[in-house]
């Protein structure tokens, strides 16, 4: 099966995404667990709601430590969500529909059962000792310099084998690091990359993008502040500079190479690269010969701290432009209705639509998250069901945990919302109510899926909404209320409003016409551009006449 075929090698500048996280999205045999039938299922559904690729989370055998992030096998399918056979079948109908398929490789990473690791670990002089990151321990015992990992505590663990040397690993003890300065590891992903784009994949959302080389004297990172024992995990992490674990420009040469590896198919690489710093994070997408994209993870990691989301966006826009990937929720993040609404879940909706109408009209793809197109806040998991290691490893009231992004689609309303037909899925989520489900929000023009659908098809209708080139983008900030950013282009301009007043709008000549208002629901359209745009609304108005 070859990739779908692309006449325009840029199509993925002006797509719309969307993330499935696998394991909870539907359910079609009965044992609680999301599979690749289920996507195959639901791909009618995907493409009337307006998109044009799916990005799946890791499909391969893992322990699930990190639930599935941890892989044992890169070129294997975990039989609890199908086989071969089925996501080949997967992205054939995929194709048929003119949907592209994108997968989850995860090379920063694998998992300590994968057979390199425990090669490794078996056999400290034979070749795969040296696929990780071994250093031996301080003359005190203590490991060989003070990095953390994400999820809490020291990036380093103790050989398993007895040697007295440590492993690297920016995640779990279960994840160990790969020695990304190996050939021997290169042309192992040279080989994986392949295989998945021989099997029809048309692009690779790349796990931990940032992490791959490290800096080779592995020194200390400098502290930024204090780290306190009641820290959660993410806030000791961001207590330090990660000058040398993080994001060096070593990496950038690695996908160069994987760049060439996936042209012959046309697939594209989207990195997950968890850079702040737009300089820095243009570096790896800057002339496409490295990354095509990446995510700009920024925007789904902020609450409405309004001055923050548009320095970031902005900040990303200017320097990376149509190289970004935007989202403003992942499986990573908390849903956007609970970040954004400061406890008011209707707020934070209202929210969510003027940051996503916004991004929506810049340059670059977007992402949406599965249930964010039904305006889903966070699932709720039963007391004692909490899955996410950061949770279950970090006991205390940090707010790190990623489960409540993590609960099931509420397809239908009842029971397990036509998730699963298990009495135990994999994770013990509450229902949600009638109004929040597909079903009820299909048959419903005024539901939340139905003006997110109409925005989504907005920007494929109207190519002037993010593929004509952009003429300006200007922020006006009068005063702390007043925060309002424009978008023009030839035939479009985009007025967002994230400020607490109404806003003036000065539209340019000629006659323009609402096409989309991002609040209310069902704002009408079709009627002139008004005067004014409503606090934490954006409208979308396009050029009718001259
Ligand atoms: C990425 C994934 C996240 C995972 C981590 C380690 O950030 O999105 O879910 O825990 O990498 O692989
Ligand atoms: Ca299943």
């Known amino acids: 099966m070859k990739a779908l075929s692309a006449e325009d090698r840029g199509w993925w500048r002006h797509a719309i995404g969307y993330e499935i996280y696998l394991r909870s999205f539907l359910d079609t045999n009965g044992d609680g667990f999301g599979d690749l039938a289920g996507i195959t299922a639901k791909l009618d ?11 799946i989370t890791p499909h391969y055998p893992t322990p699930d430590h990190d639930h599935g ?37 995860v090379p920063n990473h694998t998992s300590n059962e994968h057979a390199w690791f425990k090669a490794s670990v078996a056999n400290p002089t034979g070749p795969y000792r040296d696929y990780y990151l071994w250093k031996d321990a301080k003359p005190d015992g203590s490991p060989p310099n003070n990095w953390v990992q994400h999820f809490g505590g020291p990036a380093w663990t103790l050989d398993p084998g007895g040697s007295g040397q440590y492993y690297c690993h920016l995640f779990l003890p279960e994840q160990p690091d790969l020695n990304w300065t190996n050939e021997a590891v290169r042309a192992e992903f040279d080989a994986i990359l392949r295989f998945w784009c021989d099997r029809g994949v048309d692009g690779f959302r790349i796990d931990v993008a940032a992490g791959l080389m490290k800096h080779p004297g592995f ?11 009641e820290d959660g995990p993410a806030r000791i992490f961001n207590s330090f500079e990660h000058r040398y674990d993080l994001a060096q420009v070593s990496t950038v040469d690695v996908y ?26 243009a570096h790896f997408v800057e002339d496409g010969t490295a990354l095509h994209m990446s995510f700009a ?7 409405w701290k309004v001055d923050r989301l548009l320095d970031c966006v902005l900040g990303m826009a200017e320097h990376a432009g149509s190289a ?4 403003i929720t ?13 406890g008011d879940p209707i707020r934070g909706r209202r929210r969510a639509l003027a940051l996503t109408t916004l991004l929506v009209g810049l340059d670059g793809m977007f992402f949406v998250y599965q249930g964010e197109e039904l305006g889903l806040d966070d699932g709720r998991v039963t007391q004692g069901g909490l899955q996410d290691p950061i949770s279950v490893r970090n006991p205390g009231d940090h707010n790190d945990g990623r489960d409540g992004a993590r609960t099931p689609i509420p397809w239908t309303p009842g029971a397990r919302n036509g998730f699963t037909s298990a009495t135990t ?27 997110y659908r109409a925005l989504l098809r907005l920007r494929r209708s109207w190519p002037g909404l993010a593929q004509d080139p952009l003429l300006a983008l200007k922020r006006e900030r009068v005063d702390a209320t007043h925060q309002v950013v424009t978008v023009l282009r030839a035939n479009t301009l985009v007025v967002a409003n994230l400020g607490l007043d109404e806003a003036e709008v000065a539209v340019p000549g000629g006659a323009w016409t609402v096409a989309f208002q991002s609040w209310p629901l069902h704002a009408p359209t079709g009627q002139p551009a008004a005067e004014t745009v409503p606090a934490e609304t954006t409208v979308v108005l396009v050029r009718t006449a001259d």
């Open 69 to 105: 992030y941890d892989v044992a096998d890169y070129l294997a399918v975990d039989p609890r969500v199908g086989d071969l056979d089925a996501i080949e079948h997967l992205i054939e109908k995929a194709h048929a529909l003119g949907l592209r398929v994108f997968t989850d490789v």
């Open 324 to 327: 970004v990937a935007w989202e």
């Open 425 to 451: 899925p994999w994770i013990d989520a509450f229902d949600r109510t009638d109004v929040e489900t597909v079903a009820v929000q299909e048959a419903d023009p005024a539901s939340h899926l139905h003006h």
């Open 219 to 229: 020194a200390d990172n400098p502290r930024i502040r204090e780290v306190r024992l």
């Open 297 to 303: 993870l920024e925007p789904g990691l902020t609450p």
């Open 330 to 342: 992942n499986h990573d993040q908390h849903r956007a209705p609970s970040r954004l609404g400061d």
């Open 256 to 281: 160069r190479r994987w760049n060439k590896v996936v042209e012959p198919y046309d697939a594209v690489l989207l990195g997950e690269l968890g850079v702040w710093d737009p300089v820095q994070f």
């Open 45 to 55: 559904y995907l493409k009337w709601v307006g998109v044009d690729v799916i990005w």
